[in-house]
């Protein structure tokens, strides 16, 4: 790797470099969906208070089958540091990101980041390691949980189907259903249930996420709120759209006010497996 431009500035100031490392990733999990990469951050610090060190690279290295569905991308770290770590200097922030192939199975996958460096521009001494894992999800949903929740993806009272840890009363999947927000407590985008004059019967407006091909969105009507809820009769129609939601009018069309004593509707979702 060439060194950044800084080195050949800073060198002349620096004099003898020898420095003591310490590499801490926080956290050193990372979880992510196929397609998509993960971000590591982390802390370098150099505790020499006297030297200097010179950074000249940093290594990632995958075991196992990560090598077959991990890829190191571009290296943020040297991107943001300069290219002397200073004595008694602690760096904080993004270290090296990975990305995850689109045929990776769902799984825990390992590495192992190292930095290389030492007393001149030219040193590839390993100068610290940390090893690191990245969780692959696999579902359209677990993607969007590991969106949303980030290191929580793993807690189910937090990412489960049914929690609901803004506590708005809307669940998770209805919440990825909708196109919601499942952490900001927020009402805005649910079903509405109002007349359609066209055919004088009772109608059901919901919001589509299009992306949520793994979701099945079936809208019933039944005589009381206790069932039997049923499809029969009720139509369909797109009324708006953007890149990523239809606005679609479910309408009890079978059953007119006029001859309706009454009409109850909802939406059911379901998850595909």
Known sequence: MNAPRTFLALLALAGTLRADVIFTLTP???YGAR???VVFTGTLSNTNLTDDVVLNDIQINFTGIATDHLTAQSNTFFANVPGILSA??????IVFAVGINSNAPPGDYF???TIQGGTDIFATDNLASQSFQVSSSDTLFDAW???QFGINTNNPAISDDYADPDSDDIVNLLEYALHLDPNAADATGLPVGESDSACDCLSLTY???IAATDLIYTVEAADDPGG???TNDITEAIIDADTLTLTIKASDTGNPFATADKRFMHLKVTRLP
């Open 88 to 93: 008694g200097q602690t760096y904080s922030d």
């Open 228 to 230: 039997s809820w049923n």
């Open 207 to 209: 919001r589509k996420t």
């Open 111 to 113: 590495g192992t980041v």
């Open 28 to 30: 050193a999990e990372q």
């Open 35 to 37: 397609s998509n990469a």
């Open 145 to 147: 949980r590991v969106e």
